[in-house]
């Protein structure tokens, strides 16, 4: 894999920078030809304390699946205090862009400067920030797995799930952070960088021929009276694109929910209330928030599609994957 790869890390604190390069050091030998830091901090930084069994249990799953395969990438760390500073150090890296993406990107908002920012303000800054890489003709990948923001434990009553990037509350154990971080990259590595659909820097609109087929037999019966519902996630979410422009040229009503079970009961109440079919997309490993909507759904003899994803067997397993070594949710399917 002929790729150079940049991690952004956008923080104040050397501690979350130091958690991050140690996880980098740790899978050097085993994925990466080279790798080059820019930092505010001189590396390397002071050792960290001993891994403990949360990080040492993540990095030898990751270190098998690694091995698993041939892949090797150049890496290039940009450590910046903001989002338009790392954009400025980006911009500055002369290399191929055929081979040179940005890839994932850590954001520490736990700090003083942005403990109170709300999701929308967030997804503002994101929108930012890869509107001016763009500009800027820095190649970037672009998925809701590709963006993780940290920010302080909130004292709220209720959660609010962003679909634009991964939220994280920053661990006050360093050594879950060091796990959470190494877990955030596999998950981009498999999901973005092994897996050849997904590529970065195509901001042309979207095209699914799923998508086309799909939309194209619900406007021919139903005279395009159909609903679209989604839960986002890498490996639908080039899918979710094609979808979304489609339902915009076509006048399609698009639905969201904060989990999996909401979008099957939209879909069960657009179907009883105006008989109107729907497709549900959902990321890998949600099955059994289906397991008793999807049997209503039968009942109520509702029409439209469930799409889920799903990783090919022995890959990096994502958390709450329908397939697993102990586990194949389809067997519910089946049933």
């Avoid at 952004?8 to 980098?24: E, K, L, P, W």
């Avoid at 042309?204 to 139903?222: W, Y």
Wanted: charged share 20%.
């Amino acid at each position: 894999m002929d790729v150079c790869v940049s991690i952004i890390v956008v923080t104040r604190n050397a501690d979350f920078f130091q958690a991050g390069a140690s996880v980098i050091c740790d899978l050097q030998n085993a994925l990466f030809d080279e790798v080059t830091i820019d930092s505010d901090w001189d590396v390397p930084l002071p050792a960290m304390p001993p891994p403990g069994p949360h990080y040492l249990k993540a990095r030898d799953r990751a270190m098998r699946f690694i091995k698993g395969g041939e892949d090797r990438i150049s890496l290039h760390v940009v450590q910046a205090p903001s989002l338009p500073n790392a954009v400025d150090r980006l911009a500055s890296v002369q290399r191929n862009r055929d081979v040179h993406h940005v890839g994932m990107a850590y954001v520490d908002y736990s700090g003083p400067y942005h403990a109170e920012r709300s999701i929308a303000e967030i997804d503002r800054d994101l929108r930012d920030f890869y509107a001016a890489l763009r500009e800027r003709h820095v190649t970037a990948f672009e998925t809701p797995s590709s963006t993780a923001v940290f920010q302080p434990q909130q004292p709220l009553p209720y959660q609010v799930h962003p679909m634009n990037f991964i939220r994280c509350v920053l661990p006050s154990d360093p050594d879950i952070l060091r796990a959470q971080l190494l877990c955030l990259w596999m998950d981009f590595y498999e999901l973005s960088l092994v897996n050849r659909r997904i590529r970065a820097g195509d901001r042309a609109k979207p095209t699914s021929a799923l998508a086309d087929l799909i939309g194209n037999f619900l406007d021919e019966r139903t005279d395009r009276r159909w609903t679209l519902q989604y839960y986002t996630g890498s490996l639908v979410s080039s899918l979710i694109s094609a979808f979304e422009t489609l339902a915009e040229e076509r006048g399609v009503p698009v639905l969201r929910g904060p989990s999996e079970h909401s979008l099957a009961c939209g879909a069960m109440a657009n179907w009883q209330l105006y008989e109107m079919p729907s497709v549900t997309i959902i990321t890998s490993g949600m099955i059994d928030e289906f397991r008793g909507t999807l049997a209503n759904l039968c009942e109520a003899r509702a029409r439209g599609f469930v799409i889920c994803a799903e990783q090919k067997p022995a890959q990096w397993y994502a958390f709450q994957s329908t397939i697993t070594p102990e586990n194949d949710s389809r067997e519910m399917l089946r049933a």
